[in-house]
């Protein structure tokens, strides 16, 4: 008799958790799904970040691990949260595994983060256009030249002018120094050509400068 009752009680708990979705047994538990679309792409030296985030029909706890990944990525268990800094070692493809599980059941997603450098896309150089007047013409502060770089990714930043070259159309008219020191030799105009290396990749800009020079003369 007492066998029938423990028969019964073990039929009764099967049939409540198919219904009810509990957790206490593994038989009525629907797996969690990982529905969250993952970042492909990140830069070197920038942080790569990825909100994991499953569907749980019972609304379990639920934990979040890694199975494959990078060195140096790491996952907060509970929110589900990557994070990770790729290196220069670390250009190119790097498989992760990404897992959530709610005790009973669990859901897995692979995917591929490919890692590459920032690149250099282009360099602006202010003032555009200069004018160099009789009482200035031979020297020009090297305050008066901004040179800003841009890329493919992240801030752009500030170049110092020592790192840039230089070059003039015409040094008959205006000469330009290595550390971006523009002089003035003779009425006219010339045009400075300002570049800038980053990697394997070179970009330019230019400054117009216009000459008004009138040389005291003996007499």
């Not at 679309?37 to 790569?48: C, G, I």
């Not at 400075?192 to 800009?205: A, F, L, M, R």
Request: hydrophobic letters at 40%.
């Amino acid at each position: 008799m007492k066998t029938k009752w423990v028969v019964y009680l073990i039929i009764m708990l099967v049939i409540t958790s198919f219904y009810s979705g509990c957790s206490f047994l593994p038989y009525g538990n629907i797996t969690p799904v990982l529905g969250s679309t993952p970042p492909t792409t990140a830069k070197v030296e920038y942080l790569y970040t990825y909100d994991v985030n499953a569907n749980d029909f019972e609304d379990d706890i639920l934990t979040y691990s890694l199975l494959t990944f990078p060195e140096g990525m790491t996952i907060d268990s509970s929110t589900g949260v990557i994070t990770w800094t790729p290196t220069k070692e670390q250009i190119g493809g790097n498989e992760v595994t990404v897992k959530v599980n709610d005790k009973w059941r669990w859901d897995a997603q692979a995917f591929l983060v490919t890692v590459s450098e920032i690149v250099l896309t282009s360099i602006e150089v202010i003032p555009s256009t200069m004018s160099l007047a009789e009482e200035d013409s031979n020297v020009i502060n090297l305050i008066y030249l901004i040179v800003t770089a841009n890329y493919d990714y992240g801030p752009s930043k500030t170049i110092a002018l020592r790192n840039c070259t230089y070059e003039s159309s015409n040094t008959d008219i205006a000469a330009v120094g290595h550390t971006g020191v523009i002089s003035g030799i003779f009425n006219g105009s010339a045009t400075i050509t300002v570049s800038y290396t980053e990697g394997n990749v070179t970009k330019s800009d230019t400054v117009d400068i216009t000459v008004i020079f009138d040389p005291v003369c003996d007499t």
